[in-house]
């Protein structure tokens, strides 16, 4: 495909960090609570209050594929294939949000049902808008540059939108009445329902911006539209060795990050003694976070596309030796973040490039564009990371002799633990996630693939 200058003006990657943000602040409130909602407000015992979490987030990873190769074979009668998406499912996903927080006054096993409904419904309409998301960066320009600015912008989007829920959400749901005693009462319900409908608000405008500010330019140069099979999909992707290098770069990459994301407040907690602590170490972690989604752009441009993601590994393994031989220091502590965040947050901006440079690859190859496929296929490895993370987290604490009734007094074994996931067990995944980005040559398959495309057509 020829190089063509700068096409995403600065309003449409605004459009992108929007829908980012607004997406983060919406997950931050379900994160919060949700699962008190259904256990203190819907009085849902807490094993089938885990179940019905338990079941969407079983859902959201099968219905990734599914509805990327929905998408894959229809088009919209605008020409377009993604984008509107983003103007169908505002609605509907705003409207999930609210029901998630409605008390229908069922019995009990009524109440389940339709709870597991609306989680599934819920779940469903966000992988919907997760594939203009995540797939329009390759159909908004055929320039890597535009690419990686638009990636940036929607990894400085997702932080910003973090870092407000965080704040901001406690205090809308405290205006609104709620979390005035650790037990929640019917003016928590309504508290929660109020914020909901916000939430709901604010999601349907993030997605709406973005429809509104961001084009889909590039299409198809192959007029074939025929069907494609699910499985033809699958062979046109492994056929591509940068996407399995890429996919497996994406796996460590979202171990990594879940474990030290979520470590952090177990360390605040169990082995500073302070679970406040967290804040001012997330605190770092964001700041440094958007320093790094900016620079990564240029590093990116000058180093080339293995080098820079090798960089992004091997900052993580260097930041976390300080923190393996001193687990107790405070200073290594935060550079343990700092050094996560730059490693982190540049990945993210890089593995989504890699992933519109896929579709690329997959159109040289076979004159057909499978965006969304490719998106929902990483959205479900990421999904994967972050479940398999949490597992390891369980079973680890629990085999240490985790007793969350002992408070700050955990055994050593526990207090040792929460410091090797933080430290050398996220430095061995950044290893393996060295080694993947090593074999991810996706600026050298991509130049092969389009010359071989070009002679092809000679």
């Known amino acids: 495909m020829k190089k063509e200058k700068s096409q995403v003006k600065l309003l449409e990657k605004f459009g992108y960090a929007g829908l980012s943000m607004s997406n983060n602040i919406v997950f931050n409130f379900k994160s919060l609570y949700y699962l008190s909602f259904l256990k203190m407000i819907l009085n849902i015992p807490v094993f089938w209050a885990s179940t019905i979490l338990t079941i969407g987030t079983i859902w959201d990873a099968i219905n990734d594929p599914l509805i990327g190769y929905w998408s ?153 539209e025929e069907h494609i099979g699910f499985l033809e999909t699958f062979k046109m992707l492994f056929s591509i060795k940068s996407w399995v290098a890429n996919l497996m770069f994406i796996l460590c990459y979202g171990i990594a990050s879940a474990l030290v994301m979520n470590e952090v407040n177990d360390y605040a907690a169990y082995i500073y003694g302070d679970s406040s602590f967290a804040t001012p170490v997330l605190g770092v972690y964001i700041v440094v976070a958007l320093i790094g989604s900016i620079a990564i752009v240029s590093v990116d441009e000058k180093l080339g596309r293995k080098n820079t993601m090798i960089i992004t590994a091997l900052v993580q393994v260097v930041g976390k030796i300080p923190f393996i031989i001193w687990p107790h220091s405070v200073a290594t502590i935060f550079i343990n973040a700092a050094t996560s965040a730059l490693g982190i947050q540049g990945a993210f901006v890089l593995f989504n490039t890699n992933r519109n440079n896929v579709a690329d690859i997959v159109e040289f190859k076979y004159g057909r564009r499978i965006d969304s496929m490719v998106a929902t296929c990483d959205n479900l490895i990421t999904k994967l990371a972050e479940a398999l993370a949490v597992w390891l987290m369980g079973v680890s604490l629990q085999t240490s002799g985790y007793d969350a009734v002992l408070g700050i007094n955990q055994t050593l074994a526990t207090q040792n633990t929460i410091c090797a996931l933080l430290g050398w067990v996220p430095a061995l995944v950044c290893i393996a996630m060295a080694y993947f980005a090593y074999k991810c040559n996706i600026q050298e398959e991509y130049k092969t693939e389009q010359i071989n495309s070009e002679t092809n057509k000679q």
């Open 72 to 224: 894959v074979n229809h088009k919209f009668k605008t020409g377009e294939k993604i984008r509107p998406l983003a103007k169908i499912f505002a609605i509907p996903w705003g409207l999930s949000v609210i029901a998630m927080y409605a008390n229908f006054f069922l019995p009990q096993t009524a109440t389940i049902i339709l709870c597991i409904v609306i989680y599934i419904v819920f779940e469903a309409f966000y992988t919907f808008l997760c594939i203009p998301y995540n797939s329009l960066a390759a159909l908004a320009s055929n320039v890597d540059a535009d690419r990686r600015s638009i990636n940036s912008f929607r990894s400085i989007g997702g932080l910003l939108g973090t870092l407000i829920g965080a704040l901001l959400i406690p205090t809308l749901v405290k205006s609104f009445g709620g979390l005035k005693s650790a037990i929640y009462t019917q003016e928590d319900s309504a508290a929660l329902l109020k914020t909901a409908i916000l939430m709901a608000v604010i999601s349907i405008v993030g997605c709406l911006f973005f429809y509104f500010t961001t084009k889909e330019r590039i299409h198809q140069k192959d007029d074939n």
